[in-house]
């Protein structure tokens, strides 16, 4: 039962001493009521008191955690139902689905196609977090068999995939020492047995249920036998009911504190529209059929954007970065040290092969408008940032080039740079090849 504001600071020091961040025990007590802060934030609480206060400061979702050699993959954690309400910790982990009565050649070259898939989006190298392995054939033989192809193609986690407790076994014994794999599933039928081989093995249990009461009381049972790293499957491929289903899974965790339901969520959607809502709406791992590059990228860029923190936007460093090997005759663009408005600027002068030399100012990481509006992108700070480098003897004539979107600050500027040539560029980046060759 989560305890109240009041409870939790009955049972807290009661000192004030601010070292939690919050200046008195009673608002550190009141966030930590509403999941927003951790208890190990306060060095001060007692033993007496974590162990009574455990219950109420664990997190409504709990964090479970795949590793394999030199890789791990998180699920769970949340504390909100909405991005906008604070932010989402966990991204949920893409795997990629191999069969086992598939040839070992389709097997490992499917792995290792996924393996070695990298997307870099805005600076951040994105990539699918691991594999799972379903046994078709019914034979632990070839499923072990199968796990071990997957283990020589790839070292990310995996999950495997079966109900019956005899080929989970080979499956989990066909493993690397120390690692922890996500066992799919234990059902009505099976889960004292899957429950004992996750506990042998340190492995994770997800329990597959269209109903949410059948999965609570699944899940209780199985804590009951002292597994506690677990996951809820819907076990359905419609939209409708996944939504569902995951939907007041999530809402029961955090609203209702309700502990039966709260695990991450494991789907296997069966086309691209049905992982894009399961990212959304709220897996914690997505079990794709295929590798597909083309469906991949979307889903790694969708989750990247919806798990990054609104708060803390994704900046690059600001300074003077080099394209096309500029030399004294190439112009200065200007630009925010936002990492979206910065990459649309650099692959648009990288793609139109013309060099230049581009200045990343200091905006906080704000796009252009949004950082002229908020006073942080200014002709002062530009002047700033282009006197702090060395440009002014690197190019001849001095030109420099404002977004279109800030044209109104090219008076200033040339106040600010005397002896500089203030030029307005294009207010989108797609026209800044055109800019730079008809326009300089
Ligand atoms: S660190 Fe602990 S004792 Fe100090 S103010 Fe915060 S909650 Fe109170």
Excluded at 7 to 22: A, M, R, S, V
Excluded at 154 to 180: F, H, M, N, T
Excluded at 188 to 203: F, R, T
């Amino acid at each position: 039962m989560a305890l109240s504001g009041i409870q939790i600071y009955k049972l807290l020091p009661q000192t004030n001493c601010k070292e939690c961040g919050f200046p008195t025990c009673l608002a550190f007590a009141m966030k930590l009521a509403a999941k927003q802060v951790e208890l190990s934030a306060c060095p001060y609480v007692t033993e007496e008191s974590i162990a009574l206060l455990a219950e109420s400061s664990a997190p409504p979702i709990r964090l479970v955690s795949l590793k394999s050699d030199g890789y791990e993959t998180k699920a769970g954690n949340e504390v909100v139902l909405f991005r906008h309400e604070k932010t989402f910790y966990n991204k949920p982990g893409l795997f990629v689905k191999v069969v086992d009565t598939e040839s070992p050649e389709a097997i490992k070259a499917k792995i290792s196609a996924a393996d070695r898939y990298v997307v870099n989006y805005v600076g951040i190298e994105l990539t699918v977090d691991g594999f799972a392995i379903e046994a078709a054939s019914g034979d632990p033989e070839k499923f072990s068999a199968a796990v071990k192809l997957a283990r020589e193609a790839s070292k990310r986690p995996l999950i495997l995939v079966s109900r019956d407790p005899s080929i989970i076994s080979a499956g989990l014994k066909a493993l690397e020492a120390g690692e922890s794999a996500l066992i799919h599933g234990a059902d009505k039928s099976n889960w004292e047995v899957m429950a004992a081989l996750a506990q042998e093995h340190k492995a994770a249990l997800a329990v597959i249920s269209t109903d949410l009461e059948t999965s609570a009381d699944l899940t209780e049972k199985i804590r009951g036998k002292g597994v506690e790293d677990l996951a809820i499957d819907p076990d359905t491929t419609g939209l409708g009911a996944m939504l569902t289903f995951n939907t007041i899974a999530r809402r029961m965790a955090l609203k209702k504190n309700f502990k039966p339901l709260g695990f991450p969520i494991i789907v296997f959607p069966k086309d691209l529209v049905a992982a894009t809502q399961a990212i959304s709406k709220y897996a914690g791992f997505v079990v794709i059929d295929d590798f597909k590059p083309d469906e991949v990228y979307p889903l790694l860029v969708l989750r990247q954007n919806i798990y990054t923190d609104p708060q803390k936007p994704i900046q690059v460093q600001p300074g003077v970065y080099e394209i096309n090997n500029p030399n004294s005759e190439a112009p200065v663009l200007v630009t925010t040290n936002f990492s979206i408005t910065y990459f649309s600027v650099a692959n648009e002068v990288e793609g139109s092969g013309l060099p230049a030399w581009l200045m990343v100012c200091d905006a906080e990481g704000m796009s252009v408008l949004t950082a002229w509006a908020a006073g942080k992108f200014d002709a002062e700070r530009i002047a700033k940032s282009v006197k702090g480098s060395d440009l002014a003897s690197k190019v001849s004539p001095k030109r420099v080039v404002l977004p279109g979107h800030v044209a109104v600050l090219s008076g200033e500027l040339e106040e600010e740079l005397p002896g500089w040539d203030v030029r307005v560029g294009p207010r989108e980046a797609v026209d800044i090849p055109k800019f730079l060759k008809e326009a300089l």
